[in-house]
T-cell receptor, first 110, second 111 residues
């Protein structure tokens, strides 16, 4: 079993739709959690950190469920520019290091 | 200036040649990483280092070596490049429980 797992997608949604991604992690000792966005052939960039209390940044909402060991990302009112791959990242897990999920690809269509 | 700088940004080299990719960071973090990404696939960890005297193999270290010359510098070498090492290479740095910061990547083509 991979340490951090994501549905690879692609998720094909129309503009304006709401879409949710989940990510599960295997190490209960993991300390910190993040969502990254990666555009084609570009470096991953931090989208948002994920806290137990949940956090929201505009159209994006991230949640952490430590009991069930999953992280979620909700995107409301999808824009064409949201098309990208979204990476779930866990820090402080096995070996106390950074671990990436395989990414979920989102395609927003007109 | 970028937090993480990779050089070169693009490189074409011949099979059998030795090549070094360099990475430097200004975040002051102890941890540095090298990843490889092939088209349509996720990041795969090549090597990582938790401090200047620490080097660890990742999931795909064969054919690669690294050097941590200083806290801020972490270089990746291909001793004898082969075509299936053609890929996009990323360097990253993080703290113990912080987010990671990535360089802009090096596009390497081995012909």
């Amino acid at each position: 079993r991979k340490e951090v797992e994501q549905d690879p997608g692609p998720f094909n949604v129309p503009e304006g739709a709401t879409v949710a991604f989940n990510c599960t992690y295997s190490n209960s000792a993991s300390q910190s959690f993040f969502w990254y966005r990666q555009d084609c052939r570009k470096e991953p960039k931090l989208l948002m950190s994920v806290y137990s209390s949940g956090n929201e940044d505009g159209r994006f909402t991230a949640q952490l469920n430590r009991a069930s060991q999953y992280i979620s990302l909700l995107i409301r009112d999808s824009k064409l520019s949201d098309s990208a791959t979204y990476l779930c990242v866990v820090n402080g897990g096995a070996g106390n290091m950074l671990t990436f999920g395989g990414g979920t690809r989102l395609m927003v269509k007109p | 200036d970028a937090d993480v700088t990779q050089t070169p940004r693009n490189r074409i080299t011949k099979t059998g040649k030795r090549i070094m990719l360099e990475c430097s960071q200004t975040k002051g973090h102890d941890r540095m990483y090298w990843y490889r990404q092939d088209p349509g696939l996720g990041l795969r960890l090549i090597y990582y280092s938790f401090d200047v005297k620490d080097i660890n193999k990742g999931e795909i270290s064969d054919g690669y070596s690294v050097s941590r010359q200083a806290q801020a510098k972490f270089s990746l070498s291909l001793e004898s490049a082969i075509p299936n090492q053609t890929a996009l290479y990323f360097c990253a740095t993080s703290g113990r429980n912080t987010e990671a910061f990535f360089g802009q990547g090096t596009r390497l083509t081995v012909v």
